[in-house]
């Protein structure tokens, strides 16, 4: 079965879909398998270890930005159905009052998901830009998976709880191998990535740097800009696999809490719950996990799945953005991976 999954990850590595790999399989207690292959880049000869730092991409939307929500809600700061027009005064139309903080988290408000344009530097015109777009379509009618909603979220986040999204995150969880703000150190076991074409960036490689060109002209950001080895998402992962099975763990972290975050979207045709997505057979997670899973992937190439039904854990942490294959090919790998851990 590990054998197996390794064989998946070793494949994908041969066929260049990432140069770099390291996944860790555990249960509510304990880690129960962990791998790492290949190395920083494909011209390289030196491995990777389970210490080799990765850029988490979008799982910064469900380990970070979630959680400070989360506990924002925890302590009244934030609810959940706020209007978002009470906290961004730009954001008015009437095709956009009806939309909430909710709304954001489950990727219904009816932002697109991207700027067609290069991002502006800094949050005030950023968020201009973001308040003032047309809507692709009205809130809670559909769930388009949206970066600009949790930029949004990100901001948000820092106002109502008075602090940088990332010092507030630091605070509640406080592990130097899960954070925005990486030491030098470890910045030189990242894995690296590479810029994408439109990015100003492009030509050089990006290592310890955020790999979002939108992440990398606000800092730290709702959408993306955290890093972290496996084992840190590992016992992440731990900590919200022990509330989503009952546990109330430390705040924010409580069984009801959690319950609520992960509880599917009524919005029709939606797959997300606030923050997490949720398990569908033609997902990443492939077709083992009980209908209970839930997760997230990131752009660089890892991913995230959690799956009360079986007390499983799976983290896999790539750097396919450093001159790998497409997200396509990363998401089949994923399939595969999930699916050769089926019995394990």
């Keep these: 079965m590990t054998d197996d999954a390794h064989r998946v990850l070793a494949d994908a590595r041969g066929a260049r879909v990432f140069p770099a790999a390291v996944a860790e399989v555990g249960d509510r207690a304990n880690v129960l398998w962990r791998d790492a292959l290949g190395a920083q880049t494909f011209d390289e000869e030196t491995p990777i270890d389970e210490h080799t730092v990765f850029d988490l991409a979008s799982l910064t939307k469900v380990i970070a930005t979630t959680t400070v929500v989360m506990h924002l809600v925890d302590t009244a700061a934030l609810a959940l159905e706020d209007a978002v027009a009470a906290h961004f005064p730009e954001w008015r139309g009437a095709d956009r009052e009806a939309a909430v903080v909710r709304d954001l988290l489950d990727h219904s408000s009816g932002l697109a998901a991207r700027l067609v ?3 502006p530097e800094g949050r005030r015109e950023f968020e201009h830009d973001l308040c003032t777009m047309p809507l692709e379509y009205g809130p809670r ?3 388009v998976y949206s970066d600009l909603g949790f930029i949004l979220l990100g901001w948000l986040a820092a106002d109502r709880g008075r602090a940088p999204l990332a010092a507030q995150f630091g605070a509640l969880w406080g592990d130097s191998t899960l954070t925005f703000d990486l030491p030098s150190r470890a910045r030189r076991r990242a894995a690296p990535t590479l810029p994408a074409p439109d990015d100003a960036r492009r030509g050089r490689r990006l290592q310890g740097e955020v790999h979002d060109n939108y992440a990398a002209a606000l800092g730290a950001a709702g959408h993306a800009g955290l890093f972290a080895t496996a084992p840190a998402v590992g016992t992440f992962a731990r900590t919200v696999l022990r509330a989503a099975l009952g546990a109330d763990g430390p705040a924010p972290f409580s069984a009801a809490r959690v319950a609520e975050f992960t509880t599917r979207s009524t919005v029709p045709g939606s797959s997300r719950a606030l923050g997490w997505d949720t398990m569908l057979p033609t997902s990443s997670c492939g077709t083992r996990m009980s209908g209970l ?12 799945w959690i799956d009360p039904g079986r ?3 799976f983290v896999l942490l790539t750097n396919r953005a450093c001159g790998g294959g497409s997200l396509d090919q990363m998401r089949a790998v994923r399939r595969a991976f999930h699916d050769a851990l089926g019995d394990v």
């Design 311 to 313: 007390d499983r854990y």
């Design 117 to 119: 344009d290069q991002p």
């Design 141 to 143: 009618t559909r769930s």
């Design 293 to 304: 899973a839930f997760g997230h992937v990131g752009y660089t190439g890892g991913s995230l």
